[in-house]
């Protein structure tokens, strides 16, 4: 009862052969028109001379360069009758007057020249000539299956190589992504050595997770930039516009996940010291925190204002991009309780309004940090970081 997969059969042999057969068949009609376009070109850029003086030397005058050039490409391959087509093979419309008959230079199909059913078209080539060092332009006329045929591999592999807005942007977002999930362990392992209150960090661990940290936020700030560009991509698809929420959605999700906790992980280690939860006199906390929290990296016991307050103006800017970066969320989730209200999927509502509530507390929590910073005190000198 433990055999889940049952009896095979390998068919894949079977298959490579039907598709070699196909793939030769292909290769040999891709060489064939190859072969017949090198020839005509080359026959367009060096035109064999032109016939000497006799019975049939005044054709080439009378008949001009016109029919020099169709002699020249009747000889690559013979041409259909056109009386006996009377409409185009591809799209049934009936020829006339107006309506005129086009012939394939490579396969010598009689074909409508249609713009609206590009049934054949004239390609652009460039030639070199054996009498000039330049470079001539022709323009072949080809059904859509022989142009199809030559062409649609170059076509395919310039379509991989383009690769268009929304692919980039999304390679763009992973390739932050993935720089954060390498970075997050090490800020973690480091996070954990500063933890331990009866080894006090060196200035060396602090400098380090302060440079892990700051590297971590700007990461963040870019991944949230990179994610919000995908969003706001204009297209008049609804698929194309589901792609792209989704794709936010994912990158929200992924924000939730990893950067709110590491923006809460300075409140839990806010009373690491020596003497458990114990603050110094002047209100201020001497753990591993309060060093990664204010930039102080100092091993002295007293800090300058000038230091300080450099301190407090990054403590400052990366609480607004927090900030920001939350009310973000919050604005995007509550779009997902209105459109969750309108589609009657009442059973997200309640999750969805328990994160808004959550990021609500949040932006309080960081304004009040913000109205907490006191920039008087720190101007005027009175405002001294304690080293951990």
Known sequence: YNDQHGFERNHTAAFINIRRKHVDKTNLEISRLEKRLTKLTQLLVNPPPEPSAGAGSLLWPLSGVKAQQRALEQSIIAWEDDAKVLQCPFCQQEFSSYFRRHHCRLCGRVVCGDPKTVCSSEVGLSVTAQKSTGQLNLDIRMCQDCKHILFSKSDFARELADRPRDQRAYENLTQFERGIRLLLPRFHKLLVALQDPENPPTPVQLQDATKVRKRLMDAFTQFNTAARRIRDFPT?????????????????????????????????????????????????????????????????????????????????????????????????????????????????????????????????????????????????????????
Do not use: C, W
């Open 236 to 388: 008049d698809s609804p698929t194309q516009k589901r792609l792209q929420r989704a794709v936010y959605q994912q990158s929200y999700n992924f924000l939730s996940l990893h950067m709110l906790p590491l923006k809460t992980l300075p409140k839990i280690l806010k009373h690491a010291s020596p003497n458990g939860s114990q603050a110094k006199p002047n209100g201020r906390s001497n753990g591993a925190l309060a060093a990664i929290k204010y930039n102080d990296i100092e091993s002295s016991s007293v800090a300058s204002s000038s230091s300080v307050v450099t301190a407090m103006e990054a403590e400052e800017k990366d609480l607004r991009e927090r900030l920001i970066v939350l009310e973000e969320q919050k604005f995007f989730v509550s779009e997902m309780i209105a459109d969750a209200n309108r589609h009657r999927r009442f059973d997200e509502v309640s999750s969805l309004a328990q994160n808004v509530e959550d990021l609500s507390k949040e932006i309080d929590q960081i304004n009040g940090q913000l109205g907490q910073l006191d920039f008087a005190a720190a101007y005027n000198g009175e405002l001294v970081m304690t080293p951990p």
